[in-house]
C-alpha cells in the first residue's frame, strides 16, 4: 500500500505547479477575470493545449495522454491553488463524455488541440431543486433551456443532457450571460431548438460525474491549501498586542482545523481517484463523498482565511475573495453538496 | 498511490472473518443491552473474549513473537481492528496492558520484568490500569506530584491519581510517579504496583453514564519493590512518550467500521418511527459522508506506516476527527429519535439495536481523555505548523 504519488506522478505536480507559476501567475489571473468577457484567455489556452493538458484524460490515438483520475486531481489541484479562470474542467469533462459514447473522435481531436471548446449544459432550472421542464429530443431536435451552462457564451458546441440522450448541439445558440460573483466561472441561460444528433444515452454521464466530484473536488482542495499558506504567512508577520498574531492560541487552534479539513480532503478526494482507476467497488460513495466534504471544507477554509486577515481580507484588493468565490461556486456545481450526498446514500444503500 | 491489501494481507482479513464468525457468539451490541449484565459481568464477559483471541494469537498483534506477539504488519493490526468492530466484536478486557504497558516492557523493561508481567497480561490474568492523570495534573501531566522516595529496596510512594480507567477491577496499576522535585521531566519515573499493596487504595468515580469504570487511586507510604521500576530512575517521562507514540496506528478505520454499523441502524430506526422526508436524510447522508472522509483518512495513515513511514501529525488528526465526529453524531441521533433516544438500556422499550442514550454520554469524553481537542490542536499549531509559542 501507498498513498504517496508516484514519481511520474510527482513530477506532473511540480511541472503542472511552475508551468501555471509562470502562465498564470494570480496577477494575470485576475486580470482575465476582472477584464475579459469571455472569462479566459485564448492564448493561455491555446499554451495548455499545446502542454497536453487539455487532453489529459484521452487515449493518445484521440490526441491524448491516457492518464487517469489521480492525474486529473493533481492537475485540478494545481489549477485550484493558482485560481486559473476559465472552462478547463468542462472541457475535459466534455472531451470525456464525447470519447465514451464513442463517437466524434474528430471533435474529441479539436477539443484536445485547443481547437473546439464543448462545454456540458445539464440544468433545467434556474434554482437546484424547482419545478424543471425537462429538455427534449425529439424528431432530431433539442428543445427547452438549459441554465448555468459553463462558457456558453464562447462554447463551439454543447453537449445537452436530456431525459433520454445525450446530444451535441452546435453553435450558433442565443445565450443570456448568467454573471455570478465568480468572475472565474461563466455561465450562460441557452435556450434551445436546435437541430442536434443524439451520441449517447444518459448512463454515459455516470463515469463523468465521477471524473467531475474528483476534479471538482480537486480544485476545491488546491483552493483551499493555498488559503490555509497565505494565511499562515500573514499570521505570522501581522502583529497586535505586540505579537505576532499566530502566537494567539484562538487563532492556532482555528489554523488548526483548517489543516485537519484541507488534509481529510486530501484524503478523500485522492482515495477517490484512487477508485475511479481501478474501478473500486465503493468508487461511487468515496466520489460523491469527496465531492460534499470538499465543498464544505473549502468555504470554511477560504471564510476563515479572510476572517484572519480582518479587514484587509475583506477588501477586492487582496486575492482572498477570489478563492472564497470559487469555493462557494464549485460547491454548487459539478454535483451540489445536497446532490452529492443523496448519491452518497443511494450508493451506500440507504 | 496504492490503496489495495496485498495478497497476503486479504489473505489474513479472510481467515480473522472466518474465525471472527466462528467465534462470536452473539453481537457485543446486545451483549451490553442485555440487562442480565451488570458492570462486573461484563468485564468477564470481555475477559473472556480476550482469552478467546489469545489463544487463537490475535492479542498483541504487532509485537515480536518472542514476547506472545504475532509480530505483524501495521496493516494486519489495523486490520484486526477494523474487522473486530466490523463483526462487533468486544474490546478485550486488558486494553491499557496491551496497548500501552505492554509495548513499555518490551522496549524499556528488564529481561526478568517481561518473563513475569507479558504472559499473564496476554491471557488477562492479571488487568492492568494506567496511572498518569491526578487531581492537579492533566493536560499538564507533567505537574504531576505523587512521590516515589527510594528507601532501600523499595520506592516508597505517596499521592494520587484520578479518572483512572478499570481502576476497580485492575490488579496491577502502572504509575508515573516523581523521583526528583526538581527537574519537571527527568525527574518522573515509570513504576509498578499490585494494586492490594498496603497502603494503595482504589474508590470508584461515578461516571455521566451512571456506571463507575474509572476510579481514584490513593497512595499512602505505599511500598513496592525496586525492582518494579521501568527503565532508569527520571527515563519514565520519555518512556511514557515513546510508548503513546508507539501506540499510533491507523485507527480511523475500526471507528468507522463502528460508525458506519451504527448509522445504518440510526436510518432503520427512522424508518421504523416514521421519521423522514429530506430533512432527516440529508442528516444521515452528512454523518455518512464525513464517516467516509474519516475512512479516507485511516486509508491514507495506513498506506503510509506500510509504505514505511514513521507515524506524525496523522495520529492528532485521527484523534480529533472521531472524537469530534462522535459527538455531533451522538447529537444528531438523539435529535432523530426523539424522546425514544433518552431511554435507558434497563427500559424495555428501548431499541434493542445500539445504546444511543449511553453513546450519546460516552462521547463527551473521547475529546477528553488520551489528549483532549485542544492539546491535539496545540500540537498540531506547535509541531506541524511550527506556529510561535509564548
Ligand atoms: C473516560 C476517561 C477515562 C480516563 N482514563 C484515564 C486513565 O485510565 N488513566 C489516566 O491516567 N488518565 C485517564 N483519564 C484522564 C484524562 O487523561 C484527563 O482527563 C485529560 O488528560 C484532561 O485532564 P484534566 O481532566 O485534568 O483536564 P484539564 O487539563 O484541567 O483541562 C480542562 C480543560 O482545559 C483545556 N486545556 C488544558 N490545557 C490547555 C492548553 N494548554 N490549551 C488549551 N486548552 C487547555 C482542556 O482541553 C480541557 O478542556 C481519563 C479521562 C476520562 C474522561
Not at chain 1, 502542454?51 to 491516457?66: E, F, H
Not at chain 2, 462487533?88 to 520484568?113: C, K, M, R, T, Y
Not at chain 2, 494506567?130 to 495534573?137: H, K, V
Not at chain 2, 519515573?189 to 474509572?214: A, H, M, N, W
Request: glycine share 10%; net charge negative.
Amino acid at each position: 500500500m501507498k498513498f504517496e504519488l508516484s514519481e511520474d506522478q510527482a513530477l506532473l505536480r511540480s511541472s503542472t505547479r511552475d508551468f501555471l507559476a509562470g502562465e498564470w501567475p494570480i496577477e494575470q489571473a485576475r486580470k482575465v477575470m476582472e477584464h475579459d468577457p469571455r472569462g479566459y484567455d485564448p492564448a493561455a489556452w491555446a499554451r495548455l493545449a499545446e502542454m497536453g493538458y487539455l487532453g489529459l484524460l484521452l487515449p493518445p490515438n484521440l490526441g491524448g495522454q491516457g492518464l487517469g483520475a489521480i492525474e486529473l486531481a493533481i492537475v485540478l489541484e494545481e489549477v485550484g491553488r493558482a485560481a486559473m479562470p476559465g472552462p478547463f474542467l468542462d472541457t475535459v469533462l466534455a472531451a470525456a463524455l464525447l470519447a465514451s459514447a464513442g463517437k466524434r473522435d474528430a471533435l474529441v481531436n479539436d477539443i484536445a488541440a485547443g481547437k473546439a471548446l464543448v462545454t456540458i449544459a445539464r440544468d433545467d432550472a434556474p434554482f437546484s431543486g424547482g419545478n424543471a421542464t425537462p429538455t427534449r429530443f425529439e424528431g432530431g431536435r433539442v428543445r427547452g433551456t438549459k441554465y448555468f451552462v459553463p462558457f456558453a457564451a464562447a462554447a463551439d458546441a454543447l453537449l445537452v443532457t436530456t431525459l433520454d440522450a445525450v446530444c451535441l448541439v452546435q453553435k450558433p445558440f442565443e445565450v443570456i450571460a448568467l454573471t455570478t460573483f465568480d468572475l472565474a466561472q461563466r455561465f450562460g441561460e441557452v435556450k434551445l431548438d436546435h437541430a442536434a444528433t443524439a451520441i449517447g444515452s444518459p448512463s454515459l454521464l455516470g463515469r463523468v460525474d465521477q471524473l467531475a466530484a474528483v476534479g471538482a473536488g480537486a480544485t476545491l482542495l488546491g483552493l483551499m491549501s493555498r488559503a490555509l499558506e497565505i494565511t499562515l504567512e500573514y499570521v505570522q508577520t501581522r502583529s497586535a498586542f505586540k505579537r505576532p498574531i499566530a502566537s494567539f492560541q484562538a487563532l492556532q487552534h482555528r489554523l488548526a482545523d483548517m489543516l485537519l479539513k484541507t488534509e481529510s480532503t486530501r484524503s478523500a478526494v485522492y482515495r477517490a481517484a484512487w477508485c475511479v482507476d481501478t474501478d473500486a467497488p465503493d468508487t461511487a460513495i468515496a466520489c460523491a463523498a469527496a465531492k460534499a466534504y470538499a465543498g464544505d471544507a473549502s468555504r470554511l477554509v477560504c471564510g476563515e482565511a479572510i476572517q484572519m486577515h480582518g479587514g484587509i481580507g475583506f477588501t477586492w484588493e487582496l486575492d482572498l475573495h477570489v478563492y472564497f468565490k470559487r469555493a462557494k461556486t464549485l460547491e454548487q456545481h459539478y454535483g451540489s453538496t445536497e446532490a452529492q450526498i443523496e448519491h452518497t446514500l443511494a450508493a451506500a444503500g440507504f | 498511490m496504492d490503496l489495495r491489501l496485498t495478497e497476503q494481507h486479504l489473505k489474513f482479513r479472510d481467515e480473522l472473518r472466518a474465525w471472527l464468525t466462528a467465534n462470536l457468539a452473539r453481537p457485543w451490541r446486545e451483549e451490553l443491552r442485555d440487562p442480565n449484565n451488570n458492570e462486573d459481568s461484563l468485564m468477564e464477559v470481555r475477559r473472556q473474549w480476550q482469552r478467546k483471541l489469545h489463544a487463537a494469537g490475535y492479542v498483541g498483534m504487532d509485537w515480536p513473537t518472542e514476547w506472545g506477539g504475532r509480530g505483524a504488519s501495521e496493516v494486519e493490526k489495523s486490520v484486526f481492528e477494523e474487522e473486530s468492530a466490523r463483526a462487533d466484536a468486544p474490546q478485550i478486557v486488558n486494553f491499557l496492558g496491551i496497548g500501552l504497558l505492554g509495548p513499555a516492557l518490551i522496549h524499556h523493561g528488564s529481561e526478568a520484568q517481561r518473563r513475569r508481567f507479558i504472559p499473564p497480561m496476554l491471557a488477562a490474568d492479571e488487568i492492568w490500569c494506567q496511572g498518569f492523570s491526578e487531581p492537579g495534573a492533566g493536560s499538564d501531566l507533567a505537574a504531576l506530584r505523587t512521590s516515589a522516595t527510594l528507601d532501600g529496596d523499595h520506592f516508597v510512594i505517596n499521592g494520587q491519581k484520578i479518572w483512572t480507567t478499570f481502576g476497580p477491577w485492575a490488579d496491577w496499576i502502572f504509575v508515573l510517579a516523581r523521583t526528583d522535585s526538581g527537574d519537571r521531566y527527568g525527574g518522573i519515573s515509570f513504576i509498578l504496583c499490585k494494586l492490594d499493596t498496603p497502603g494503595i487504595i482504589v474508590r470508584r468515580l461515578r461516571q455521566i453514564t451512571g456506571e463507575s469504570e474509572f476510579g481514584e487511586v490513593f497512595f499512602e507510604d505505599a511500598r513496592v519493590p525496586r525492582e518494579n521500576l521501568v527503565g532508569q530512575i527520571g527515563e519514565g517521562w520519555r518512556i511514557a512518550m515513546t510508548v503513546l507514540a508507539y501506540e499510533r496506528g491507523a485507527m480511523s478505520l475500526a471507528y468507522a467500521a463502528r460508525f458506519e454499523r451504527d448509522i445504518r441502524q440510526l436510518a432503520i430506526a427512522c424508518r421504523e418511527h416514521g421519521r423522514g422526508g429530506t430533512a432527516v436524510r440529508e442528516k444521515l447522508g452528512r454523518l455518512f459522508v464525513e464517516n467516509e472522509v474519516m475512512r479516507a483518512n485511516g486509508l491514507r495513515n495506513l498506506a503510509n506506516f506500510a509504505d514505511g513511514n514513521k507515524p506524525g501529525p496523522e495520529s492528532s488528526f485521527e484523534k480529533i476527527f472521531w472524537s469530534e465526529f462522535d459527538k455531533r453524531f451522538r447529537d444528531v441521533a438523539l435529535d432523530l429519535l426523539g424522546p425514544g433516544g433518552l431511554l435507558e438500556r434497563s427500559s424495555a422499550e428501548a431499541r434493542a439495536d445500539v445504546d444511543w442514550a449511553r453513546e450519546f454520554l460516552w462521547a463527551r469524553a473521547g475529546t477528553i481523555y488520551s489528549g483532549s481537542s485542544e492539546i491535539q490542536r496545540n500540537i498540531i499549531s506547535k509541531r506541524v505548523l511550527n506556529l510561535p509559542q509564548i
